[in-house]
Nanobody
């Protein structure tokens, strides 16, 4: 059974940093693309960052140069380092992957950026 568990959310002031982690089980982690999505209140869930099997990364424009996605295959974790956070980054952040044709999601971790 596939499980994705996010951690690391919290409340931070504008300009601050947070590091989100996603721990995966039930999949061959080194064979999957890992994604981070976020959903702000009243808005749709949007893709924030992705990392491929080979370690190539992609970001949505609004977080490029501020966020960094990485993966640790032996530990089966992916992290999202978020720097210079803005109030607009406030959202529930979800870890996501696809395995055997199915979409899997964690329950999310809440990030609140507020002064």
């Amino acid at each position: 059974q596939v499980h994705l568990v996010e951690s690391g959310g919290g409340v931070v002031q504008p300009g601050g940093s947070l590091r989100l982690s996603c721990s995966a089980s039930g999949i061959n982690f080194k064979l999957v693309v890992m994604n981070w999505y976020r959903q702000a209140p009243g808005k749709q869930r949007d893709l924030v960052a992705s990392i491929t099997v080979s370690g190539n990364t992609a970001y949505t424009d609004s977080v490029r140069d501020r966020f960094t996605i990485s993966r640790d295959n032996p530990r089966r974790t992916t992290t999202l380092q978020m720097n210079n956070l803005e109030p607009e980054d406030t959202a529930l952040y979800y870890c996501n992957t696809q395995w055997h044709g199915q979409d899997f999601w964690g329950k999310g971790t809440l990030v609140t950026v507020s002064s």
